[in-house]
């Protein structure tokens, strides 16, 4: 009985989260207990024990008079999240790579395949997001620093991939299909079983400001106020 709370908080949390990172709550939407109900099929107390944890991380925004929202997308926030993604991230790499293995190559090649066979959109002519590009996606760069012998890091760093999910999604109007994100995650893979870690913290670094680039020329509101 004690665990019934708990697991209805933790389901509505988990639905409530993947909306907001699929698009399906976009920025800025209000999000209205009844309608989070709905939703979730969740009653009205652990619908907001998930959106106050969903406003922790950063994902939901709780204004005073208002209720809840959607966390907002900005020029700021772009800037700011590629450049903690650039600091730790590099870290974490360059960790991961100090302590590789076989199994760990052998799972970041594996994961490359995987994501290079997956393709980026489930249309040819125009961008329709494929779920399962994202997955392999994540599980790539979750590869790469699986070895980094912090698990406080890892997990900091899967947190800004999942915040970086919603502005990756800004730039695909612009980067699809003119973007070979192919050959980006191929010279992260080849630079970092090789061992060359210096080499590898770049690439990586070049990655990311190249996707919020694409951020800022899909959006013109973003123009002109990150570097990159």
């Not at 210096?198 to 990655?207: Q, T």
């Amino acid at each position: 009985m004690q665990d019934g709370p708990t697991t209805l908080s933790s389901a509505a949390y988990a639905r409530l989260r993947h909306d907001i990172l699929e698009g399906a709550l976009p920025p800025g939407r209000k999000l209205r207990i009844e309608d989070a109900c709905a939703r979730t099929g969740a009653t009205s107390t652990p619908v907001r024990e998930a959106l106050n944890q969903l406003a922790m991380e950063g994902f939901v925004e709780r204004r005073a008079q208002r209720g809840f929202v959607v966390a907002e997308v900005s020029a700021a926030e772009l800037i700011e999240l590629t450049d903690t993604r650039c600091w730790v991230e590099t870290i974490a790499l360059r960790q991961a790579i100090a302590h590789r293995t076989q199994a760990w190559e052998e799972a970041v090649v594996l994961s490359f395949h995987r994501l290079a066979r997956t393709e980026r959109s489930t249309q040819i002519d125009v961008f329709r997001e494929n779920p399962q590009w994202e997955a392999a996606h994540a599980t790539f760069h979750a590869a790469l620093i699986a070895t980094c012998p912090s698990r406080f890091m890892i997990d900091f760093c899967s947190r800004l991939s999942d915040h970086a999910i919603r502005y990756r999604r800004l730039a695909m109007s612009t980067a699809y299909p003119t973007r070979d994100i192919t050959a980006e995650h191929r010279a992260l893979m080849d630079l970092a079983i090789e061992g060359r870690a210096d080499d590898a913290a770049d690439s990586l670094i070049l990655h990311y400001r190249r996707t919020a680039s694409f951020v800022q020329a899909a959006d013109p509101t973003f123009h002109g106020d990150a570097e990159t």
